[in-house]
């Protein structure tokens, strides 16, 4: 929960003197300075421990106990509590309630000790607690600052400097900061703020490094790969339709839609012919949105144990959530998700797929998925109810315009001289069939040729050898191509903005992304 309800919560849990309090968070500052607000609103008096000064009491910063460790804490807090009521203890460092040991007991003794007297023990920790103790209380959870707290934040570290240094930065700007660095902690925004601000100035170019800043706290986050993108070496061409689709999706990504009610957008499905464009996808949405990818695949988190898969997939979600915004994605879906339904993984499969379809329906961060997938066939039918992913387009196999701007691509990206008019008109023509990435193997083994024997090789009749010695996939397995377009007619949009009579398109033919 927020700070807010956070606060309400526990000014409730206070008034009620629960006997056993575990607050679950990361940021201890935070929380203790919530209870200190509490201590003044309530008027009762608290008390905290901590391994560096003993037992204080949280407003006054007077020690009332020198004794540093755990237990000697403790011992303090049962012996207060036996001579007065309505008193609480607040321990900050307290590593061993897991389970049913001595640390544990102590603990359990010490709450039927504020039960019989109207106190109340507080632990703060993000450790599991041994259910003994956990069952004579309650738990509450101080998630990292969101949006609003996040701005606040944002503000406070920026008006100090406010006269000091140029400042760029309005209202807009700390929007944007506030939503960039959401789901950092509030110590961590602040270090990232104090590190651009020593510059000596604030612009607005700055917000592309408070991104660079977060993306290399959660670089090795658990379960996901962190993908390096260079926008420079992408080269679009297109895929029109989704294109236009993807401008609208990037305004809800960050306009506040909690108003309305809305979830940010969840993401795209992209299904299609091998070698079209879908991975390359998910780089150019990453790319173009100025937003981190990170790479999940589903296949290198399986576990040999019951369990252990669906805790893997569980981390590897909650860690994007703490990343965001950031683009998700997740390549070949169906290898990871095949067998759902089916009994020979023990229901693995079937519970990773429902965690999934949970998390794209319940998760409100700011993670746009990106998955893709071959053989639809494998893919399970609940994946593919509207409403999972915001839409599902269909990366066909490049029409005669397409593959004369990608093969044009090609030759000006190897800095291959180009062939005659009649030449280019030839294989284009020839090249039916072809995916973006035969189309590039042709025009790469006619760069080879260039590096191996020099320019001057490269001719009209290289590239028509070049381009006939590809064999494309539609002619090596062609039921296989026609399987997965018969399927993309009935259930996908196509990417390209094309209809799939090619005689009557929508829209004006798309291009491929191509690298």
Known sequence: MNKTEFHTTLSRMFRARIPFIVINSMERARVLDTISVLADEIVIPIYVHSLSHGTQDINAKRTLNEDKSVIGGLDYGIQQMSQRQNLTFVFTEVSDLGDDNMVARHFYDGVIQAIE???????????????????????IKLDTPDEDEMFEVVRESVMPYLGSIPIEWGEPEYRSAAQILSNMSKVEAENVLATIMAKGTLTVEDLGELSMHKDKLFSDISGLEKVKIEPNTLTVAGLEGMRKWLDEQRVLMTADLRERKLRPPRGVLLVGVPGCGKSLSAKFIAASWNLPLYRLDLASIQGQYLGQSEGRLKDAFTSADNASPCVLWIDEVEKGLAGAGGSGDG???????????????????????????????????????????????????????????????????????????????????????????????AVRDVAIKAVIHGDSIVSDELYIRCFTNVIPLSKTSPERIEAIRAWGRERAVMASGVSWNSGNPTEKPGKRILI
């Open 117 to 139: 007297r109207g106190g109340s023990i507080c632990v703060i920790t993000n450790n599991p607690v041994w259910q003994q103790i956990q069952r004579m209380g309650m738990a």
């Open 347 to 441: 229901g693995t499969s079937t519970r990773m797929v429902g965690q999934f379809l949970f998390w794209l329906q319940e998760s409100r961060y700011r993670v746009f998925v990106v998955a893709t997938a071959n053989d639809v066939s494998k893919l399970p039918p609940e994946l593919l109810r509207r409403g999972r992913f915001d839409e599902i387009f269909f990366v066909d196999l490049p029409g005669e315009e397409e593959r004369k701007d990608i093969i044009s691509l090609y030759i000006n990206k190897n800095l291959l001289t180009p062939p005659s008019m009649e030449c280019l008109s030839q294989i284009v023509k020839s090249s039916d069939g072809f995916s973006g990435a035969d189309l590039e193997s």
